[in-house]
T-cell receptor, first 115, second 114 residues
Framework: DTEVTQTPKHLVMGMTNKKSLKCEQHMGHRAMYWYKQKAKKPPELMFV???????INESVPSRFSPECPNSSLLNLHLHALQPEDSALYLCASSQDSGGDQETQYFGPGTRLLVL | AQSVTQLDSHVSVSEGTPVLLRCNYSSSYSPSLFWYVQHPNKGLQLLLK??????LVKGINGFEAEFKKSETSFHLTKPSAHMSDAAEYFCVVRFIYNFNKFYFGSGTKLNVKP
């Protein structure tokens, strides 16, 4: 089973709202990722968690706040977003074994619209 | 510098004809290479991967790719396109020294004509 699940599928929020995106995997993977994807563009890396610790933050604005409560769950807390933050947010996971078999598996994404 | 280049932003083929999507990478290090497919408003699905074993890699849905170190290429092919292959395709590279970063190509949109 190589499934990564994300909720919600769609989210509409105002600029003053606080919301959270959720990602879950049960493959025993120890690395989890958040990507942002704008239309007709490749995914852009936002954050990486390795063994539940934040290992990469790609200079993402503080209105995005990641959280990794345990090895299976990854959240992205959203606050005071801007309309330009509207995008598809993708979660991924990988084994984090350090070897050449390291492979990312992606969830279906959350489509976010900020009004 | 390490990078990955997809040489065509759009490729259009007729149903039943071969597909070729091109990908080149630049690196001094041995890479792992992946092809992902993304259908509209969906997540990314792994098609196939090269991770230092056989240079000809077979994936799902009849796709395959060949790693050519001398040409620093990893082109994706399929002998006969199907309408359901119409999607965006991403070539992705990971370098062994930086194992939690995956570098994405800019994508190739495949159009399949009836």
């Amino acid at each position: 089973d190589t499934e990564v699940t994300q909720t919600p599928k769609h989210l509409v929020m105002g600029m003053t709202n606080k919301k959270s995106l959720k990602c879950e995997q049960h493959m025993g993977h120890r690395a989890m990722y958040w990507y942002k994807q704008k239309a007709k563009k490749p995914p852009e890396l936002m954050f990486v968690y390795s063994y539940e610790k934040l290992s990469i933050n790609e200079s993402v604005p503080s209105r995005f706040s990641p959280e990794c409560p345990n090895s299976s769950l990854l959240n992205l807390h959203l606050h005071a977003l801007q309309p330009e933050d509207s995008a598809l947010y993708l979660c991924a996971s990988s084994q984090d074994s350090g070897g050449d078999q390291e492979t990312q598996y992606f969830g279906p994404g959350t489509r976010l619209l900020v009004l | 510098a390490q990078s990955v280049t997809q040489l065509d932003s759009h490729v259009s083929v007729s149903e039943g004809t071969p597909v070729l999507l091109r990908c080149n990478y630049s690196s001094s290090y041995s890479p792992s290479l992946f092809w992902y497919v993304q259908h509209p408003n969906k997540g990314l699905q792994l098609l196939l991967k090269y991770t230092s074993a056989a240079t000809l890699v077979k994936g799902i849905n009849g796709f395959e790719a060949e790693f050519k170190k001398s040409e620093t290429s990893f082109h994706l092919t399929k002998p006969s396109a199907h309408m359901s292959d119409a999607a965006e395709y991403f070539c992705v590279v990971r370098f062994i020294y930086n194992f939690n970063k995956f570098y994405f190509g800019s994508g190739t949109k495949l159009n399949v004509k009836p």
